[in-house]
């Protein structure tokens, strides 16, 4: 090989060495540049844990947040709405504010708050809580609660419970009767039976099972007496409360 085939063979080479290095230094600038870019991990949600029944023994713990697994039922007392005392069973509460639903398991997340001077009793969500005055301890749920008219609730006997909750829509299950009590026409006090004024507005048929939907209005000045499938309702005066059956877009049922 010649003295100019030689110099021509090792100056290759060394453009060779030269670029494998570049390559390695960038290879290294990148994967560096790459690291400083990623942003930190994001602090871990707070570990599911079981049920605790109530949560006074959380009354230290004022501000702090904490995640249960429950499953929602409707027994046991609670107190309040929307805050509830600490002596509250979780999953009856739960339930109350729209968290689950009955029978449902599920992770909840709450904070734990300090006591209140009072606290208000409501129907919500097919459960009554009752009012409190001063305690010691409290807490509220942080989960987005649903659509109380999404949810179908057990026959309820009558909506008198309901009174002063006008224009909430409910849904409920129902049995036609045509045995019970109902007053009005299209607009009935909230004390007249459900299932027997579903069968009078013609929304079930008697003996049937079914789900209504139903409007809360407010007390009427009176309300008048008619015979429709199979139930003779009564007419009243003035009452303090009332519903009529709605469709799916809320508009009235006509009997």
Avoid at 216 to 245: D, M, P
């Amino acid at each position: 090989m010649t003295g100019r085939m030689l110099r021509f063979v090792g100056a290759a080479a060394a453009c060779l060495v030269a670029l494998a290095s570049a390559n390695v230094t960038m290879a290294a600038n990148l994967s560096t540049n790459h690291g400083a870019d990623t942003a930190p991990a994001a602090d871990a949600a707070p570990a599911a844990q079981p049920d605790p029944g109530d949560l006074k023994d959380y009354r230290d713990k004022v501000g702090q947040t904490f995640v249960f697994t429950i499953t929602g039922t409707t027994d046991g007392s609670i107190y309040g709405e929307g805050v509830y005392t600490d002596d509250s069973p979780v999953a009856t509460a739960a339930v109350h504010a729209g968290i689950v639903k009955a029978g449902e398991t599920k992770d909840v997340k709450v904070e734990i708050l300090p006591g209140q001077k009072s606290y208000k009793g409501a129907l919500d969500f097919g459960i009554t809580s009752a009012s409190y005055g001063a305690w010691d301890g409290s807490y509220k749920f942080l989960d987005t609660p649903m659509n109380e008219a999404d949810v179908v609730s057990p026959d309820p006997g009558n909506l008198k419970d309901y009174e002063g909750k006008v224009g909430k829509v409910l849904q409920f299950q129902v049995t036609g009767s045509t045995t019970e009590s109902v007053w009005g026409d299209g607009i009935y006090t909230d004390d007249s039976d459900l299932d027997t004024a579903a069968v009078h507005a013609g929304v079930v048929k008697d003996g049937e099972d079914g789900t209504v939907t139903v409007k809360i209005l407010a007390g009427q000045g009176k309300y008048k007496a008619a015979t429709r499938n199979g139930v003779s309702s009564q007419a009243y005066g003035k009452f303090g409360g009332s519903y009529e059956f709605v469709d799916k877009d809320g508009n009235p049922v006509k009997p």
